[in-house]
């Protein structure tokens, strides 16, 4: 049977109400259905439920006061961490565990859909998770999620207006933010004595074999219409069309569509020019100084990372400390330091060595947050196949 086939007889039997929305998750992801696809489809099924009636109006009356906080009780004795590979200091967990007498695991994962794809399981174990924004709307429709106990967390004030109350948590119910940063280009100064300014960098037939581009259906398409002038977000069919042209001229160029990875590639000469995170950059740059990185004149994208507690989770009170302890601003700075990455921790980036400075508002001209691309996401997954096997 066709992906089209199953993708469509699997989207009927979630509305029919024949499986619920974690077996529609396990299956989809097993299909390898975007999160935005997946996203896309749980929203429908919700607005496509009938409404309760309204009961008749009341009087009015003075607003109930907000029920209190819930007492968490003592810290538990472990706290078990699911997040993305280089993505905290090296004493972070250890100072953690020394204070607070907690024992903790710490695993990681390389996409929000590995990560996803466990946690819905319900036996995953982890009390912390780390989605990327789009992720969290995910994970918020399968209520994959606790609401965050703000009693226990007083340093949620260090948090810097730019990155309060998200488009993906306007209420600040679930995230703590934890990193932010671009994705733009890394290349090697020694290799490439002219510094890049375009992504038409991996359109030049000189650098065959000597360049990546990310395996990340958004980051991709997404620099591509950038290159255009248009928006990363765009579902229009000729921008659409447009972007597959670019994508496909600079393929052959292409050692390969990797992300992460692609980090030691650099360090060692193999790989030349990368599409690729800042932070990742920054990081491959401390063990080689001939790395640097580039935001294309076209634009790029802005992103923020949060931390999430796991529905269901059984160390809440370790993970509230745990969330607390690195909204302190000594301790956020040096998660920050070592990731390249910037903080949303208005005091830590204070603190930092190397701080990262928020976008200003020229740079935000040409910088765009990734949304959902609604009823466009069946047209970008359909794009990003033919790109990967044409």
Known sequence: MSFEKEAIQLIEAVRRGEIDRRAFLRNALGLGMSLGTIGLVLEACSTGEEAPKAPPAAPPTEPAAPPPEPDLGPVEAELHIYMWSDYIADDTVANFEKEF??????????????MIAKVQTGASGYDLVCPSGYAVTVMKNLDLMEKLVKKYLPNYANIAPTFDKTVFDPENAFTVPWQWG???IAYRKDKITTPPDSWALFHDAALKGKVTMMDDMRDNIGA?????????????AADLAAAKADAMLAKPNLKAYVSAPVKAQLVSGDVWAAQLWNGDTMQGKAENPEIDFILPKEGAAIWCDSMVMVKGLKNKRAAHEFLNYVLRPEVGAKISDYTGYGSPNAKATAAMASPVPYPTDEQMKNLEYQQDLAAGTAAWDQLWTEIKSG
């Open 101 to 114: 007498n907690c024992k903790v695991t710490l695993d990681t994962y390389e996409s929000n859909e590995e």
């Open 182 to 184: 671009t994705t733009g």
């Open 224 to 236: 591509w219409l950038k290159f255009r002038g248009k928006s990363l977000n765009s579902v229009d």
